[in-house]
């Protein structure tokens, strides 16, 4: 399900549970909502509060540090890409169709990765995508070095190529949400039990309808950036292509 339709889904039962302890107030007897019931509530409230706000900020920075380690191998493997594309261009030009057989993989794998620029729509899928560098791998092994040199810049390039592979299967293995579903399951209903509780001892006025409103969307709004965070190559703050678009335009030149 899509982060927007959670966060949506999760906004509208925190809500509810606002509007479910806005009524009971109305309902519940006298002595159910007196003062010594409210310290209680209020006590237990502020131990959910405080056991909501440490899962929310586990989750946001488990997201958040998924999210910048998947940047930080994107500019590795561009790096990669431009290395091997330079080591090649050393040993001369007998790797010139070794340089040209690279960058046409390089370019399907970006456009399988982020087709047209468009939101939604990327293929992490490692049998394709793993394969980038395989073609490559078998034509630089097979070129028969002359000079010392070109027998250095051999193994550098043959280097170069398995830590490229080695990054993409990371990148691939590690494509997956980094968001524990039982945790966000609990800080849900820890949140639908607070609202519900903020909405007990609250008169029914717009503005503490607004009030509580405001704080739903909050809320729901935080697991909305969490769930974007958690899927890097999707949604509106997906991982951009610009690292290695750079990289496709420095390489086979």
């Known amino acids: 399900m899509a982060p927007l339709y ?6 509208g039962v925190v809500f509810a549970g606002a509007l479910l302890g806005v009524g009971l107030h109305r309902w519940l007897p006298e002595q159910h909502i007196g003062d010594s019931s409210k310290d209680v509530v209020r006590l237990v409230m502020g131990l959910i509060g405080t056991m909501a706000a440490l899962v929310l900020g586990l989750l946001i920075a488990s997201a958040k540090s998924s999210y910048d380690t998947q940047s930080a191998e994107l500019v590795q493997l561009a790096a990669q890409i ?6 090649l261009s050393v040993y001369g030009a007998e790797a010139k169709e070794a340089r040209a057989e690279f960058r046409s993989a390089v370019e399907a794998a970006v456009d399988r990765i982020w087709p047209s620029d468009r939101p939604g729509g990327a293929n992490l899928d490692l049998p394709g995508n793993a394969n980038v560098p395989t073609g490559s791998y078998a034509m630089i092994a097979s070129l028969e070095p002359h000079t010392a040199a070109q027998r250095v810049a051999q193994n550098r390039a043959l280097e170069i190529a398995i830590g490229l592979s080695q990054t993409r299967v990371l990148m691939y293995e590690q ?3 980094s968001i524990s579903w039982p945790f966000l399951v609990v800080l849900v209903f820890w949140l639908l039990i607070l609202f519900m509780g903020f909405g ?3 008169p029914a006025n717009p503005t503490v309808i607004v009030t509580l409103l405001v704080g739903a969307l909050s809320v729901a709004g935080a697991v909305f950036l969490i769930l974007e965070l958690a899927q890097p190559y999707a949604g509106l703050m997906r991982l951009s292509s610009a690292p290695l678009r750079n990289a496709l335009a420095q390489i086979g030149s």
Do not use: E, N, Y
């Open 82 to 87: 431009v290395q091997l594309d330079r080591v």
């Open 200 to 202: 007990l001892f609250a």
């Open 6 to 11: 959670i966060a949506l889904l999760i906004f």
């Open 175 to 177: 494509s997956g949400s």
